[in-house]
């Protein structure tokens, strides 16, 4: 069974930082590009980035670009997301998400709970 | 940057009657196309890819059609499980943009 186990989330002051964790199990995770998709509480879905499945290719959201770094650990089976310069609006739930293929490119089948960041003084 | 749009945002539908669910992408993402369901409270759920293969476990009940820009999801005979808001996504190309949702609720 795939499991996703986000972490890390919590209150953080605008301008702070924050790093997310995915611990994932339940499939080769190392065969799999994953991606991190977020969602203000009672809004729409927003993909935030993408990382390919031996870390050599990322790709961010222009909302994101140049504060968050996407990376991943193969041999922990971990992925993660170390989010700087925090805004009121990244306020969200982050999602930590499988993709079908092993690059940016595929659909998303799996998802993890979601862990919520909040950036409020 | 493909931009994806839903409609209706609302559709109200009574129980045992079928949901038409419509999605238009800016530029054709070919059959790119996924749809998700999310209930309240819960994280989204894969139907839907290459515009009309059910994911695993999905039931018949859901299908999808469509390619290039237009796309379609109708849900038969809605039961009270399927009240819901449903997202479609294109993974043609990066970002991997989803529609902002159409919420099916009870009649």
């Known amino acids: 069974e795939v499991q996703l186990v986000e972490s890390g989330g919590g209150l953080v002051q605008p301008g702070g930082s924050l790093r997310l964790s995915c611990s994932a199990s339940?499939?080769?995770?190392?065969?799999?590009?994953m991606h991190w998709v977020r969602q203000v509480p009672g809004k729409g879905l927003e993909h935030v980035s993408t990382?390919?499945?031996?870390?050599?290719?990322?790709y961010y959201a222009d909302s994101v670009k140049g504060r968050f770094t996407i990376s991943r650990d193969n041999l922990k089976n971990t992925l993660y997301l170390h989010m700087s310069s925090l805004r009121a609006e990244d306020t969200a739930v982050y999602y930590c998400?499988?993709?079908?293929?092993?690059?940016?490119?595929?659909?998303?089948?799996?998802w993890g709970q979601g862990t919520l960041v909040t950036v409020s003084s | 940057e493909t931009v994806m749009t839903q409609s209706p945002a609302t559709l109200s539908v009574s129980p045992g009657e079928r949901a038409t669910l419509s999605c238009r992408a800016s530029?054709?993402?070919?059959?790119?196309l996924a749809w998700y369901q999310q209930k309240p409270g819960q994280t989204p759920r894969l139907l839907i890819y290459?515009?009309?293969t059910r994911a695993t476990g999905i039931p018949a009940k859901f299908s999808g059609s469509g390619s290039g820009t237009e796309f379609t999801l109708t849900i038969s005979s809605l039961q009270s499980e399927d009240f819901a808001v449903y997202y479609c996504?294109?993974?043609?190309?990066?970002?991997?943009?989803f529609g902002q949702g159409t919420k099916v609720e009870i009649k």
């Open positions: 998400v499988k993709g079908s293929i092993a690059g940016a490119g595929g659909y998303f089948d799996y």
């Open positions: 996504q294109q993974y043609y190309s990066w970002p991997e943009a």
């Open positions: 530029q054709s993402v070919s059959s790119n």
């Open positions: 339940g499939f080769t995770f190392s065969f799999y590009a």
């Open positions: 990382i390919s499945s031996n870390g050599g290719n990322t």
């Open positions: 290459g515009a009309s």
